[in-house]
């Protein structure tokens, strides 16, 4: 219930008695899909997400655990980059760039 009030705007209330029209969220599409055995929620189309999940498949859990371990590097790369404001190249770009300035 958390993820939803976040990903829709909405505020979470304790009683149908307490709910008002500021408490409500909006998506454009709500719908279930299933996805091999189980069976999933997806809400589209939100105003501000502040929430989401990212599903993985994979044909096994080895497969399944290497894909989470490099979404995770990722994000957290894009999530430092944000916060400190820079980047370092990589790929050896830096070396390549110290070569040529050291070629002159």
Do not use: W
Request: hydrophobic share 35%; aromatic share 4%.
């Amino acid at each position: 219930m958390e993820r939803l009030t976040l990903c829709c705007g909405g505020n979470p209330v304790n009683s149908v008695e307490d709910l008002t029209i500021d408490d409500l969220g909006s998506a454009e599409h709500v719908y279930e899909k299933t996805l091999g055995d189980e069976k999933y929620t997806f809400v589209d189309g939100v105003r501000h997400p502040r929430s989401c999940c990212i599903l993985i498949q994979a044909p096994n859990d080895h497969t399944i655990a290497q894909i989470k371990d490099a979404l995770r590097d990722g994000l957290r790369s894009v999530k430092n980059a944000i916060e400190d404001k820079c980047l370092v190249p990589g790929a050896g770009a830096y070396e390549v760039a110290a070569y040529t300035a050291l070629q002159v």
